[in-house]
């Protein structure tokens, strides 16, 4: 019977959504991260700085100055994702909550940036000028909600891959041993010789991966026979 419209025999297979599917969610995840990192290399403060001291000075301030944990923050949301697409069940949740953490976190250093523009501002004008306090009045670019919108989705994201690596494959011998998560089905009525052998998981007749060949031998079986 043919396949499902928009749904590959892979998905089929395995009753993955759409949406859980592993390419789609960890695409998504590492665009925002990216997203939130490009973000902190614009501008995202002018300020125009007036003093008896000095002559009115235009400054611009980055992102990665104005808020210097976001670079490093949507760095790790991006590690985590990437960790998350290869891990095993318990690492993809780990990594998920990581990918969740350091969005939250992106966003929340946006928002104290978005609140006090010239606070943040303070250290690149005293360096600039050599004057702490001096009077300047600052203004916002787009950039820094650009990046609080990123972060916030950057956390949305962790949240999907964690519901959604619930219907990804599960690859590692540790994970494949647990009861129920193996992925084949015992066949009824099966003639011996085409379905498990003694204490090992149901095989078919075609040809054995190179995982599934690892993990017979780890437990003592001849992955040939």
Known sequence: MADAPGRGP???????P????????VIVAVA???LAFGATTQTWLDAEVQGSAVRTAHLTVQGSKAATSVSALALVGLAGTLAAAVAGRVGRAVAAVVVVLAGMGVAAACASVLAD???????AIAQTTGLAGASASVTLTPYPMLAAVAGALLAA?????????RFWSLRTKYDAARPGVSGHAPSAGAPAGTGSQAGGPERGAGAVDGIDGWDQLSR???PTD
Request: glycine share 14%.
């Open 10 to 16: 892979d998905a089929t297979r395995r009753g993955v």
């Open 32 to 34: 925002f991260a990216l």
């Open 157 to 165: 994201s962790g949240v999907l891959l964690i519901v959604a690596s």
């Open 18 to 25: 759409r949406w859980a599917r592993k390419s789609i969610v």
């Open 220 to 222: 003592g079986e001849d």
């Open 117 to 123: 523009p010239r606070g943040s501002a303070e250290g």
